[in-house]
């Protein structure tokens, strides 16, 4: 396998692209799930090659100081490749969600009318520093009948580019065209710009990854966006809430691994529980290392913690930092879910049923949980397969986005000669 490195089109690679969905939205789910097979061997077999190009991007990340959360989010292993070579033969096993007769039913005039879903044809997917989101998303986007441009971060250039080289040696091998999977390979940003207008040839963009990123797709694009958001993530301890089950959860959503979107970033207390179990709450962070930012009265009450300020409270910390906010009520951690939230993940630990059902229908998110880690929300752990990313917004899709999320639909009509 040989890397390559060519000039940079991305008209030109989009209308390949579009040409290449027509082909793809015409291929049985057996050919599509041979092609995710072959890929995933590809894949397995030439890690050694990939992790040599990851090596180059990790070492000139040392040298710009990237912080830890970063460099792991950047950082492949032997094990990450087989597991997202795995993810894509786990793709291959799920239904295909293209085809399906949605409803149908007969005018008076013995006019057939079906609904049916059908692929959304060209995805640009505009990513940052995970490699693994390259093998991601173009499984998803390859099993769903869709074309898909990529256009990753330039701090993982390199990565990204050997796994796309080995993904186009496996599918010269297939019923799939390689021009269905394109990837910008440059690190300037007007490949990136020229991707929101291009209409004509792109059919929806994905953003993943930070703040500033998903905003300027989203207050840019003229091509319709599947937004993700960031992962400003909540848990509520309730005073109905039992102490180890409260304890187990945060400290797995807070430290399973931090620098994923949906890892806890604040924890909001009611006062009640919090006087009756600070040690055991303090304890418990201080034995998993994670630094604890609290407002005034945690800080009276707790030796070591830093008194948070708004930016505590707004961003993501993706570190083993956490916020510590404590409320006199449910409705205060609604009131403060509500400020800060970013509408993607959010937990409540009680053992009061009708305190968890008021939090789950007042809270506005994506993803909510009674008595469960905010760490459930993605695709692979709610039995999606892989995820294209989790969508905070309310129209199309909303949450982890699985195959379904990459369909629309259209109504075909079957007659024998009616007009009106």
């Given at each position: 396998?040989?890397?390559?490195?060519?000039?940079?089109?991305?008209?030109?690679?989009?209308?390949?692209a579009?040409?290449?969905?027509?082909?793809?939205?015409?291929?049985?789910t057996e050919?599509?799930?041979?092609?995710?097979?072959?890929?995933?061997?590809?894949?397995?077999?030439?890690?050694?090659?990939?992790?040599?190009?990851?090596?180059?991007?990790?070492?000139k990340?040392?040298?710009?100081?990237?912080?830890?959360?970063f460099?792991?989010?950047?950082?492949?292993?032997?094990?990450?490749?087989?597991d997202?070579?795995?993810g894509?033969?786990?793709?291959?096993d799920?239904?295909?969600?293209?085809?399906?007769?949605v409803s149908?039913?007969?005018?008076?005039?013995?006019?057939?009318?079906?609904?049916?879903?059908?692929p959304?044809?060209?995805i640009?997917?505009?990513?940052e520093?995970?490699?693994?989101?390259?093998?991601?998303?173009?499984?998803?986007?390859?099993?769903?009948?869709?074309?898909?441009?990529?256009?990753?971060?330039?701090?993982?250039?390199?990565?990204?580019?050997?796994?796309?080289?080995?993904m186009?040696?496996?599918?010269e091998?297939?019923?799939?065209?390689?021009?269905a999977?394109?990837?910008?390979?440059?690190t300037?940003?007007?490949?990136?710009?020229?991707?929101f207008?291009?209409?004509?040839?792109?059919?929806?963009?994905?953003?993943?990854?930070g703040?500033?990123?998903?905003?300027?797709?989203?207050?840019?694009?003229?091509?319709?966006?599947?937004?993700?958001?960031?992962?400003?993530?909540?848990?509520?301890i309730?005073k109905?809430?039992?102490?180890?089950?409260a304890?187990?959860?945060?400290?797995n959503?807070?430290?399973?691994?931090p620098?994923?979107?949906?890892?806890?970033?604040?924890v909001?207390?009611?006062?009640?529980?919090?006087?009756?179990?600070?040690?055991?709450?303090?304890?418990?962070?201080?034995?998993?290392?994670?630094?604890?930012?609290?407002?005034?009265?945690?800080?009276?009450?707790?030796?070591d913690?830093?008194?948070?300020?708004?930016?505590?409270?707004?961003?993501e910390?993706?570190?083993l930092?956490?916020?510590?906010?404590?409320v006199?009520?449910?409705?205060?951690?609604?009131?403060?879910?509500?400020?800060?939230?970013?509408?993607?993940?959010?937990?409540?630990?009680?053992e009061?049923?009708?305190?968890?059902?008021?939090?789950?229908?007042?809270?506005?998110?994506?993803?909510?949980?009674?008595?469960?880690?905010?760490?459930f929300t993605?695709?692979?752990?709610l039995?999606?397969?892989?995820?294209?990313?989790?969508?905070?917004?309310?129209?199309?899709?909303?949450?982890?986005?699985?195959?379904?999320?990459?369909?629309?639909?259209?109504?075909?009509?079957?007659?024998?000669g009616?007009?009106?």
């Amino acid at each position: 396998m040989t890397l390559t490195i060519e000039k940079t089109d991305v008209k030109k690679q989009a209308m390949k692209a579009k040409k290449a969905s027509k082909t793809l939205s015409l291929l049985t789910t057996e050919q599509k799930n041979k092609a995710l097979h072959k890929i995933a061997d590809h894949l397995d077999a030439n890690y050694q090659t990939i992790l040599d190009e990851n090596d180059k991007d990790l070492q000139k990340g040392r040298e710009k100081g990237f912080e830890e959360a970063f460099m792991d989010r950047l950082s492949l292993t032997k094990e990450r490749v087989e597991d997202f070579a795995n993810g894509l033969r786990q793709v291959a096993d799920l239904e295909d969600p293209t085809g399906k007769i949605v409803s149908d039913w007969t005018l008076e005039n013995q006019l057939q009318v079906q609904k049916v879903t059908v692929p959304l044809g060209v995805i640009g997917m505009i990513y940052e520093a995970r490699p693994n989101v390259t093998v991601d998303a173009t499984g998803l986007a390859l099993k769903s009948g869709n074309a898909i441009v990529l256009k990753g971060g330039s701090n993982a250039i390199t990565s990204n580019k050997a796994i796309v080289d080995v993904m186009h040696d496996a599918l010269e091998q297939t019923d799939i065209p390689k021009e269905a999977v394109q990837f910008i390979n440059t690190t300037d940003r007007e490949a990136t710009n020229e991707l929101f207008t291009m209409k004509e040839y792109i059919d929806v963009l994905i953003p993943r990854g930070g703040g500033a990123l998903i905003n300027a797709v989203v207050n840019n694009a003229t091509v319709p966006v599947l937004e993700t958001g960031v992962g400003n993530c909540h848990i509520y301890i309730d005073k109905d809430a039992e102490v180890e089950k409260a304890l187990n959860i945060l400290i797995n959503a807070k430290t399973d691994r931090p620098a994923v979107c949906n890892a806890a970033e604040t924890v909001i207390i009611h006062e009640q529980w919090f006087k009756e179990h600070k040690d055991a709450l303090t304890s418990k962070l201080a034995e998993y290392n994670v630094n604890i930012h609290g407002d005034e009265k945690v800080v009276e009450a707790i030796k070591d913690a830093k008194l948070a300020g708004e930016e505590d409270w707004a961003n993501e910390y993706l570190s083993l930092d956490i916020a510590v906010k404590v409320v006199q009520s449910l409705d205060g951690a609604v009131e403060h879910i509500e400020q800060y939230g970013t509408k993607h993940s959010e937990a409540v630990v009680t053992e009061n049923e009708e305190t968890a059902k008021k939090f789950m229908m007042l809270v506005d998110a994506a993803a909510l949980y009674h008595n469960a880690s905010t760490r459930f929300t993605d695709g692979g752990a709610l039995g999606f397969g892989a995820e294209i990313g989790i969508s905070t917004q309310k129209l199309h899709a909303r949450g982890p986005m699985g195959l379904p999320a990459l369909t629309t639909v259209k109504y075909m009509m079957h007659g024998t000669g009616q007009i009106r």
